[in-house]
């Protein structure tokens, strides 16, 4: 008995290695099946397949909301703030429905600095022809011809257009955080004239055409008969179509190419244009610049491009969370040495308002914003950059007599 369980086992060890074999080869075709199928498979286009089409309203009326007393957007039938997530598991709908909206935004900020503030565009480039892309900034009535004072605001990189900080804080906390417009009331009360840039406005979108099928050519190198190319064509196209359209054809967004604003393709380009062809050329004797983000890198471009202009002109640059860096710029000692004469950063950090931080670089002195926040940098320090304004006038060129100050004094 023994024996011939003994004489049994080889042949029990060769049929299990064996029966292994083939389930390992059976789960390794249905691995190779699976990830050739998850190949084809684009998960993204998978996840639109159920996708409402994106169209979207064109005013604030029809998305339903509105700026209420206090600047807030408010749904005007509920009363409640904007929400992003209009429809679960769509975050792409959710995303172009809030971009078609900040586009309104946009709009309506332009609407605020012409009306409310009184301001004009000025188009760029200067000496543009009819058909060449353009963009604009905006000047109150006495930008160029102020004697006395001028202030210039420069934004940061992004969505955000002329008049704005932050389209976030636009939408999720007011018009006054996210806007430039306190600053431009601030500025006029206290007899500044006023250039608001436009630093990404740097190219015309257009749609591009549709591109035609390639004609295949009739007489192609093959060894295979003519008919069987063309089963075996047929073949391919219908599995093709069989396995996508179990998938519903996501929608296609438009292809667009970008055509350069001539000498303002970069917020860099953008600065320097507008310093050589309309701040050099103002009268006010005493220049005074705020650059929140990339709008302190671009400063810092302009220095490096202009730095006599520049010193001889300004009095004073309030950065808030400025993005430039002295070292990777390659800035002069003697740029360096103006910065700490003429320039203080106001940066997000816990600290309270105005307390000095510790330098990064040999720069310009660093103060808190009294926020965290990146984008609130601005807003928080609307005062402190007023005062700091004030304090770098020559004597005599302070505010006049009676002038009104914002609420937030």
């Known amino acids: 008995m023994l024996s011939h369980l003994c004489a049994a086992i080889p042949v029990l060890y060769i049929l299990w290695i064996t029966m292994a074999q083939v389930t390992g080869q059976e789960d390794r075709e249905k691995t190779t099946a699976l990830k050739d199928l998850l190949s084809r498979i684009d998960l993204d286009e998978l996840m639109k397949k159920d996708e409402p089409p994106f169209t979207f309203p064109k005013t604030l009326e029809e998305f ?12 005007t039938n509920t009363g409640e703030p904007f929400v ?9 709908w959710n995303q172009k429905r809030y ?5 309104i935004i946009t709009q309506y900020v332009y609407e605020l600095l012409e009306k409310k503030c009184n301001m004009t565009k000025a188009i760029l480039p200067v000496d543009a022809t009819g058909d060449e892309p353009t963009s604009f900034i905006y000047l109150t009535p006495d930008a160029l011809s102020n004697p006395s004072k001028l202030l210039v605001l420069i934004q940061g990189s992004g969505v955000v257009r002329a008049g704005q900080w932050a389209r976030r804080l636009i939408i999720n906390q007011d018009l006054d955080s996210g806007t430039q417009i306190p600053f431009i009331t601030r500025a006029m009360e206290e007899n500044y004239g006023v250039m608001v ?15 035609s099928s390639p004609l295949s050519s009739p007489v192609e190198l093959s060894d295979e008969p ?5 089963r075996k064509d047929d073949k391919e196209s219908k599995k093709k179509r069989e396995f996508y359209e179990k998938y519903r054809n996501p929608q296609k967004e438009t292809e667009t190419e970008r055509i350069p604003i001539r000498e303002n393709g970069s917020s860099e380009e953008h600065v320097l244009y507008v310093w050589d062809h309309f701040v050099s050329k103002a009268a006010a004797k005493n220049v005074f610049i705020m650059a929140h983000s ?9 220095m490096i491009q202009r730095e006599m202009q520049v010193k001889n002109r300004v009095c004073a640059v309030a950065l808030t969370d400025s993005a430039h860096n002295i070292w990777l710029q390659e800035t002069s000692k003697g740029t360096q040495d103006w910065m700490q004469q003429h320039c203080c950063n106001w940066v997000s950090s816990p600290e309270p308002l105005d307390t000095p931080l510790d330098p990064m670089l040999p720069d ?16 928080m320090s609307f005062n402190s950059i007023f005062r700091f304004f004030m304090l770098a006038l020559p004597v005599g060129c302070g505010p006049a007599a009676g002038t009104g100050h914002s609420s937030r004094d």
């Open 364 to 379: 310009c002195p660093r103060v808190s914003a009294g926020t965290e926040r990146h984008e609130l940098t601005s807003w």
């Open 64 to 75: 339903e909301y509105a700026f209420n007393e206090y600047g807030q957007l408010r749904h």
């Open 226 to 230: 003519a008919e069987k190319r063309e």
């Open 197 to 211: 840039l436009n630093p990404n406005e740097n190219y015309l979108e257009v749609e591009k055409p549709a591109k």
């Open 99 to 103: 971009e078609a909206l900040g586009e």
């Open 84 to 92: 992003f997530n209009a429809r679960e598991d769509l975050h792409r």
């Open 294 to 302: 990339y709008g302190g890198l671009s400063f810092v471009e302009l």
